[in-house]
């Protein structure tokens, strides 16, 4: 008898879908912008989006610190959204997931603060004026950390109960 997909406990299970969103939500952050710069001056675009990789930031300025903060903020997307994964995979292993979930809300937390370092650091080159707003990727992390918490919170509620069945043996 093949057990399917969709029947199969540990997929059924909630904190299962919920870390499914939560790494869904960052990759959704790796295609939107955090933020969105106006620069007028001598250069040939006039707005630019500001990706986690940076890369449209780094066409306008060489600043170091600039780069370090865009590639900061990309690096921990992906750490994050792999974390996710790898909370699903180790099913079986509660601590470490819950251990996991709270590295994973920091550092989806500290993606919004390198996303605006990125920004506010940004010196742009000779003759250039910057203004900027905020995209709507910077608002993902707050909803992947709901989502990383309430995943959190039914593991937990899952080792409590094994731990009382684990008392009538």
Do not use: H
């Not at 590639?71 to 601590?95: D, E, F, I, P, V």
């Not at 919004?112 to 940004?122: D, E, G, M, N, R």
């Amino acid at each position: 008898m093949s057990v399917k997909f969709y029947e199969d406990p540990e997929f059924l299970r909630s904190q299962t879908w919920m870390l499914m969103a939560a790494a869904a939500i960052f990759a959704l952050m790796l295609k939107g912008p955090f933020f969105i710069l106006t620069v007028t001056g001598d250069l040939p675009f006039a707005t630019l989006d500001v990706m986690p990789d940076g890369n449209d930031l780094r066409a306008a300025t060489n600043d170091f610190f600039v780069r370090l903060a865009a590639n900061l903020a990309t690096g921990l997307t992906l750490a994050a959204g792999a974390g996710c994964l790898l909370m699903l995979a180790s099913y079986k292993k509660r601590r470490f997931q819950m251990r996991l979930a709270t590295i994973l809300t920091a550092a989806a937390l500290v993606i919004p603060i390198a996303a605006y370092a990125s920004v506010s650091l940004f010196i742009p080159k000779e003759n250039l004026s910057v203004s900027y707003r905020m995209g709507w990727a910077l608002f993902l992390p707050v909803a992947a950390v709901i989502f990383i918490l309430t995943a959190r919170r039914n593991i937990a509620k899952d080792e409590a109960k094994i731990r009382s069945m684990n008392r009538f043996w």
